[in-house]
């Protein structure tokens, strides 16, 4: 007799159970608990806090507030945003939330499955403003790709709830195609990174509550969105790492497009009618 097999946390790895799978599949969405221990999260907090406190320089539009303009300074900052840390400060590399999530993204998505972009988030206290606006991921990116297939895996640092902008989502809303978007600021993506999609009669939003050390898993064509910290010190920070399949990163990469607010916009997006 075999023994049984041991889901969840199992080294670098994390091993989903069928149903998880099938979730995933049928509603655009997973929460996983615990997926990492709090000793593996104190060990990648303080390269976190380096980002999400302004002290690695030289990120231009890749440390913004993704509630507001890109002039915003920083001590306006509502939703602290820091893209692509791994390429600023390559030494958290193949940390074990990176392994983790790789491990969880084959399972869903396929051997092939890629880590295509990393992100720190961080809502601060007593900022209503720390909106993500309802959006789908697949607008911002690039038509053209052999695939679209994403598993975003997005790791609570703090207990995230209500009250300081847990992840919200539009269950099964991945099956109904790519929805018209709008820019929030401005008219154009220059002014902002922003999007908007409109909900629709009849759509069930969802809150995901999660503790840290949870991790939400979803679909790039699931409508989502946080609303902003209204807690009085409660921070909600969050580290996220977006895998898709080989072929789909290596197109991306091949025009230029690395997910950086950096990147010279030289490529239709999902969303032609932004006009790029």
Not at 8 to 31: C, F, M, S, V, W
Not at 157 to 166: F, H, K, V
Not at 195 to 224: A, M, Q
Request: charged share 25%; with cysteine.
């Amino acid at each position: 007799m075999t023994d049984a097999t041991h889901y969840g946390r199992n080294g670098d790895k994390y091993l989903l159970t069928p149903e998880q799978i099938e979730a995933y599949h049928r509603d655009g969405y997973i929460i996983l608990r615990g997926v990492l221990t709090e000793q593996e999260l104190q060990a990648i907090e303080p390269t976190f806090q380096q980002f999400i406190t302004g002290q690695v320089p030289d990120m231009g539009r890749d440390f913004c507030d993704m509630s507001g303009p890109y002039d915003r300074e920083f001590d306006d900052f509502a939703l602290v945003n820091a893209m692509l840390p791994r390429r600023y400060q390559p030494t958290i590399r193949d940390n074990v939330f990176e392994l983790r999530a790789a491990s969880i993204s084959r399972q869903l998505l396929g051997d092939s499955a890629t880590l295509d972009y990393d992100q720190f988030l961080a809502k601060r206290p007593n900022k209503p403003d720390a909106q993500f606006t309802m959006h789908q991921d697949l607008g911002y990116w690039p038509t053209g790709s052999p695939s679209t297939l994403t598993a975003t895996c997005s790791l609570a640092l703090d207990n995230a709830n209500s009250e300081n902008g847990c992840l919200k989502v539009v269950p099964g809303s991945h099956k109904g195609g790519l929805r018209p978007h709008q820019p929030l600021h401005g008219d154009n993506r220059e002014e902002s990174h922003i999007l908007s999609v409109e909900i629709k009669d009849g759509d069930e939003v969802v809150e995901l509550p999660l503790n840290r050390g949870d991790i939400t898993v979803h679909d790039e064509f699931i409508v989502h969105g946080s609303g902003g910290n209204r807690s009085a010190d409660s921070w909600r920070r969050t580290y996220i790492v977006a895998f898709r399949q080989k072929d789909c990163v290596e197109f991306e990469r091949s025009i230029g497009f690395t997910h950086s607010h950096n990147d010279q916009v030289s490529w239709q997006t999902h969303l032609g009618a932004l006009g790029e």
